[in-house]
């Protein structure tokens, strides 16, 4: 490429130069312009706000991916508005069209962004240095001299002088060239930000998410029966799923004095099919990694342990019944279904808290998240469940409609309690285990986005620590006069770090080439 001006010769970038208007008559013309708009920097970097910006109610809000059970807590409180914002897919934020349309608007403004400035930096790297601007002394810094010299050995020492840049000479004039790594970097970044895109594309399309809660003494295995909230991406198939178990052996979670969570442990013991059973101590960001399925743990609250028994005497129910947390004191609520005792069906909404204080009033709460003064309190309805109509049903709710109260006030239950119910029917609360909710992943694009992650690292550090410039030599020889040296150059970016740098230069050049 031949620099015919000093402009062109002081162009040290590759963006691409702006597209004009699109012809009138063009039927295409409207078209074209949306496309250059949307395939433009200015485009890709507002999406990159937008997506963004759309990713913050998934930081405050909880997502049905990873937390379902805080969900159905979240939309039971707010029962006006939180029908609304899961309609609105304030719950599945990462899942939702609008969040979809502007993450693939992105990578649609990326890639065609990235193609032009891809290949005119490669033309760029390929084409010589341009050509000494008509007037070295118009440039940001420059320096003159004479010397006794001859124009080869001038060329030669500033050669030497120039050592690492990129030269070409022409005759009587050299031009040097340095910092193309730069936008190389530029465009490493954002490539690797499309690599990226890629990557948790591949986990969306082909990633399992698996939520499962567990008491202590339970376990399950890693098959899409044991969970109980699954979200399989649109290309996973059950084949993949990497085969082991997990049995929790005890739940230990530490608390400061005023209540502040300390530590969360779940002892466990895994295998996988066929194999020996290995002790693991999950904790939070601690995961049980098994072949490409991480377990975390993400959740954790008490299970009370009731015994029911009909009128004859004879146990009908002897199980955990896992309460679902509502304050950080673990206030927590749970529903206990009676479908079996002898002649009725009873139906209890229970609260549990673990360290029990009581007000003026009479109303029950949680002083501390620790088990200290534990307390099982019931409201028992008797009546028809609903559980033979064949409609499903949810573990966490109770309906009324075809039942009715057995006693005015909450029945208040200590550990070795009964309550005796109508026709001869007792509920007896044991004792208090704890329970914990795991979560089961695999993603296929988590290679790809750690490639990515480290490549944007790689290119943004490029882009931000090296210096695109440019250096010009003329060497003129008067007749029967001295030899005339003049050097130029310019920077694209830090410009008084430059100066100091071709001020060295031009010192060095001086003293092997300065007249005698």
Not at 302 to 325: E, F, K, M
Request: proline share 6%; glycine share 10%; with cysteine.
């Amino acid at each position: 490429m031949t620099i015919q001006s000093d402009e062109e010769a002081s162009r040290l970038s590759t963006q691409p130069k702006p597209v004009g208007q699109t012809r009138r008559g063009d039927p295409l013309g409207p078209l074209r312009m949306g496309w250059r708009q949307l395939t433009s920097m200015r485009t890709a970097l507002l999406l990159l706000f937008l997506l963004a910006l759309a990713s913050v109610p998934g930081g405050f809000l909880p997502q049905r991916r990873l937390n379902p059970l805080r969900v159905t807590q979240y939309i039971g409180t707010h029962q006006t508005l939180g029908p609304l914002m899961d309609r609105l897919y304030l719950f599945d934020v990462f899942s939702s069209p609008w969040f979809s349309a502007i993450y693939l608007l992105l990578f649609i403004s990326l890639v065609g962004c990235l193609l032009p400035r891809t290949r005119l930096h490669l033309r760029a790297m390929r084409t010589k240095p341009p050509k000494v601007p008509r007037s070295v002394a118009k440039l940001p810094v420059s320096d003159r001299w004479e010397t006794t010299q001859s124009t080869d050995e001038v060329m030669a020492r500033a050669k030497a002088s120039l050592r690492g840049w990129r030269l070409v000479r022409r005759d009587h004039e050299l031009s040097a060239e340095r910092g193309y790594l730069r936008e190389t970097g530029n465009l490493v970044f954002h490539v690797s930000l499309v690599v990226l895109l890629i990557g948790i594309a591949l986990g969306a399309f082909g990633g399992f998410k698996g939520t499962v809660l567990v008491v202590d003494g339970k376990g399950f295995s890693n098959t899409i029966a044991s969970y109980d909230d699954l979200q399989p991406g649109r290309r996973f198939s059950p084949s993949s799923l990497v085969p082991f178990s997990v049995q929790l052996d005890a739940f230990e979670a530490t608390y400061a004095p005023d209540g502040k969570a300390l530590t969360f442990d779940a002892h466990v013991h895994w295998a996988r099919l066929g194999g020996v059973s290995k002790a693991y101590d999950v904790r939070v960001n601690h995961p049980l990694v098994v072949g490409a399925a991480k377990t975390y743990l993400i959740g954790h609250g008490y299970a009370p342990h009731i015994v029911v028994r009909d009128s004859t005497g004879q146990v009908v129910d002897d199980r955990l019944v896992p309460c679902l947390p509502q304050t950080p004191e673990f206030l927590s609520t749970c529903v206990i279904k009676e479908p079996n005792t002898t002649g009725q069906q009873f139906g209890f909404r229970a609260f549990f808290t673990p360290t029990t204080i009581t007000d003026a009033e009479g109303r029950v709460g949680s002083s501390f998240p620790g088990l200290k003064n534990p307390v099982l309190t019931l409201t028992a309805f008797v009546g028809d469940l609903g559980v033979d109509g064949g409609t499903p049903q949810s573990v966490y709710s109770l309906d009324t409609t075809a039942m009715k109260r057995v006693d005015t006030q909450a029945h208040a239950l200590l550990p070795g309690q009964t309550y005796r119910l109508p026709g001869g029917a007792s509920l007896t609360y044991v004792d208090t285990q704890q329970w914990a909710t795991f979560q089961v992943t695999q993603d296929p694009g988590k290679i790809v986005a750690l490639i990515a992650a480290v490549g944007m690292v790689g290119g943004l550090l490029l882009s931000l620590f090296v210096r695109r410039r440019r250096l010009w030599v003329r060497v003129g020889v008067a007749e029967g006069g001295p030899t005339t040296v003049e050097v130029g150059g310019l920077a694209r970016t830090d410009a008084e770090r430059f100066a100091d740098e071709f001020a060295g230069i031009v010192t060095q050049m001086r003293t092997t080439t300065v007249r005698e």
